[in-house]
T-cell receptor, first 111, second 116 residues
Framework: LAKTTQPISMDSYEGQEVNITCSHNNIATNDYITWYQQFPSQGPRFIIQGYKTKVTNEVASLFIPADRKSSTLSLPRVSLSDTAVYYCLVGDNTGANNLFFGTGTRLTVIP | GAVVSQHPSRVICKSGTSVKIECRSLDFQATTMFWYRQFPKQSLMLMATSNEGSKATYEQGVEKDKFLINHASLTLSTLTVTSAHPEDSSFYIC????????????FGPGTRLTVL
């Protein structure tokens, strides 16, 4: 099970791009990288998932270097409503390995 | 997207009573569901994996006789906290796995349990 390391917290002003990096040095060949967002007193919400290079959807981009030992979640032009905890998970999606939630990164967007 | 519901959203009970929490996948079938517990300002901790038609698999340190899990159908898993005590007060979250190439998990909204 690949352990992940993220910054505990980050602050950003509204309208800025936010990049949250996650380290996963022990990532296995079959592992995918998944990011979730969690608001207080709510369940986590899927943001994006990728295996390598770059993935983009309507809310975020995920950058994964060639060695896959880290990944960066990029949130373009954040707003106050993006204040949340962001979790990076690594696993092979067989149902048992991508369930370890690390500390997460608490993002606070400032007006 | 797939939706997972939990009921109740919050519950307050007296010490020594049992509380049942339901987790339902509303628009898909889930052979596997997961139960997590989250204390304030902390991350989610996996408690157990619930498999339809078979016994749940509990994580180390989680008492199976205290946290009873029943996955009776492909859309419903229940977690019963038996003889609850104040230290069981927490936010309980379930997730259901959508069988696909990514086996994506969808999370419920959580249940806030307060034991007096």
């Amino acid at each position: 099970l690949a352990k992940t390391t993220q910054p505990i917290s980050m602050d950003s002003y509204e309208g800025q791009e936010v990049n949250i990096t996650c380290s996963h040095n022990n990532i296995a060949t079959n592992d995918y990288i998944t990011w979730y967002q969690q608001f207080p007193s709510q369940g986590p919400r899927f943001i994006i998932q990728g295996y390598k290079t770059k993935v983009t959807n309507e809310v975020a981009s995920l950058f994964i270097p060639a060695d896959r030992k880290s990944s960066t979640l990029s949130l373009p032009r954040v707003s106050l409503s993006d204040t949340a905890v962001y979790y990076c998970l690594v696993g092979d999606n067989t149902g048992a390995n991508n369930l370890f939630f690390g500390t997460g990164t608490r993002l606070t967007v400032i007006p | 997207g797939a939706v997972v519901s939990q009921h109740p959203s919050r519950v307050i009970c007296k010490s020594g009573t049992s509380v049942k929490i339901e987790c339902r996948s509303l628009d898909f079938q889930a052979t596997t569901m997961f139960w997590y517990r989250q204390f304030p300002k902390q991350s989610l901790m996996l408690m157990a994996t619930s498999n339809e038609g078979s016994k749940a698999t509990y994580e180390q340190g989680v008492e199976k006789d205290k946290f009873l899990i029943n996955h009776a159908s492909l859309t419903l898993s229940t977690l019963t906290v038996t003889s609850a005590h104040p230290e069981d007060s927490s936010f309980y979250i379930c997730s259901a796995e959508l069988a696909s190439s990514y086996n994506e998990q969808f999370f419920g909204p959580g249940t806030r349990l307060t034991v007096l």
